[in-house]
């Protein structure tokens, strides 16, 4: 039998080879200097492993609800009325439960960020329908973009990888149903202002386009302050936050997904009949990971972050990233090399970074991770110095 007469356009059309590239070499190369992993470098915290355990043991190997367990759910609704009480918090609420959450917003315990974003996908993306996904981007988007049967439109935000509501207005048509706002941003690590974000809120309310805002990196910040999120203005924007980078989870599945209700309702309904729910044990594990301090790790990969400017800078184009662990440096023209062509001349030195051609329409920058020890960092960055020297 032909098995790939089986496979629809839809999967087909989809080309992996960039990311499993850099996952192939990473295990061909002997002790690479590997600059690519898009996870931190420090593992789950005690606390959260013993959870877990426990968890299994008292038998929590069950379906939860769809929609999460209770005790997840309450404890993100109350950090998130904490964090947001202008916006979350509405005098007489009382939904799920849970005093003072508004009536008209959603929640529902995800199986990790991307769970989120699929669901999302399928509950408000049909044939025709245009999403605006800042361009570079975080490599699925696009992927579930056409999966879902809908067309991405790139807004190419080089040099300063900024997205603007100048940007994007003249790119919304009558077919644009959702942008996706990903702040701190993968792969530039670059942070949205307040403002940038409250103008792409109010553009998107004007237009009648659903702003999504991944925020997976949200406790990644370099900066003083609070992150800026349209939460501080909004809650009629779809959010999504996650557990695998913030405390290393990245193999556990969990993440959550907020905002208007009629929305969430749909993505709860195609949870129960694809997901189902997300991990049980994950689950009773996010509740003490919540309790735990990540503070001394946004310090670590601060430092990494500024080591990465200090060193690059002047020999490469480069936007300080204000927060993720990433940075996107231009390859020097001098070099007359595509992103793709330079990273494969790293590889000789054994360094590992991404080409920019996997999260962009360009392909005239690359991503490098500094989630990895310091040490490797170092070796890392003497070869970049030294290839352009
Ligand atoms: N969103 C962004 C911007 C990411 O960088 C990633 C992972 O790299 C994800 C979502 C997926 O995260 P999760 O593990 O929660 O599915």
Redesign the pocket.
Same mark, same amino acid.
Do not use: A, E, P
């Given at each position: 039998m032909d098995f790939d007469s089986l496979l629809t356009d839809r999967v087909l059309g989809i080309d992996a080879s960039g990311v499993r590239r850099a996952f192939d070499l990473a295990a061909s190369l002997e002790d690479p200097i590997n600059l690519s992993i898009?996870?931190p470098h420090f593992d789950v915290p005690e606390a959260v492993k013993a959870e877990a355990q426990a968890a299994i043991g008292r038998g929590m190997n069950r379906y939860t609800p769809t929609q999460g367990l209770g005790e997840l759910r309450e404890r993100v609704m109350a950090e998130l009325m904490t964090g947001y009480p202008e916006t979350l918090v509405a005098s007489g609420g009382g939904a799920g439960g849970v005093r003072g959450w508004p009536e008209d917003t959603g929640l529902l315990i995800t @199986?990790?960020?991307?769970?989120g974003?699929m669901l999302l996908m399928l509950s408000v993306l049909q044939p025709g329908d245009e999403v605006l996904i800042p361009d570079p981007f %975080?490599v699925?988007y696009k992927h579930l973009v056409t999966l879902s049967g809908a067309t991405p439109v790139y807004v190419d935000t080089y040099p300063d990888f900024r997205l603007t509501a100048e940007r994007v207005e003249p790119l919304i048509t009558e077919r644009t149903k959702l942008l996706l706002l !990903?702040s701190p941003? !993968?792969p530039t690590g670059v942070v949205s202002t307040q403002g940038e974000i409250d103008a792409l809120s109010a553009l998107c309310t004007e237009r009648g386009v659903l702003l999504c805002s991944?925020e997976?990196?949200d406790l990644f910040t370099f900066d003083e302050g609070e992150l800026p999120s349209p939460l501080r203005t909004t809650r009629h924007a779809v959010v999504?936050r996650? %557990? @695998?980078?913030t405390y290393a989870m990245?193999g556990w599945?969990?993440?959550y997904a907020f905002g208007p209700r009629a929305v969430l309702e749909q993505m709860t309904k195609l949870q129960q009949y694809s997901f189902v729910c997300a991990p049980s044990t994950a689950q009773s594990a996010g509740v003490v990971a919540m309790d735990a301090d990540v503070s001394g790790y946004v310090a670590e990969y601060r430092a990494r972050r500024d080591r990465v400017v200090e060193r690059l800078s002047g020999l490469y184009e480069l936007t300080a990233p204000g927060g993720a662990f990433y940075a996107f440096p231009k390859v020097p023209e001098h070099l007359g090399m595509t992103g793709t062509q330079f990273t494969e001349s790293l590889i000789e030195r054994n360094v590992i970074c991404i080409g920019g051609g996997v999260f962009s329409q360009r392909d005239t920058h690359f991503r490098i991770s500094y989630a990895c020890d310091e040490d490797t960092l170092e070796r890392g960055l003497d070869v970049l110095v030294s290839v352009v020297n």
């Open positions: 898009g996870l @199986s990790g960020v991307s769970g974003l %975080f699925m !990903n941003g !993968n991944d997976i990196y999504l996650g %557990f @695998s980078k990245t599945r969990l993440g």
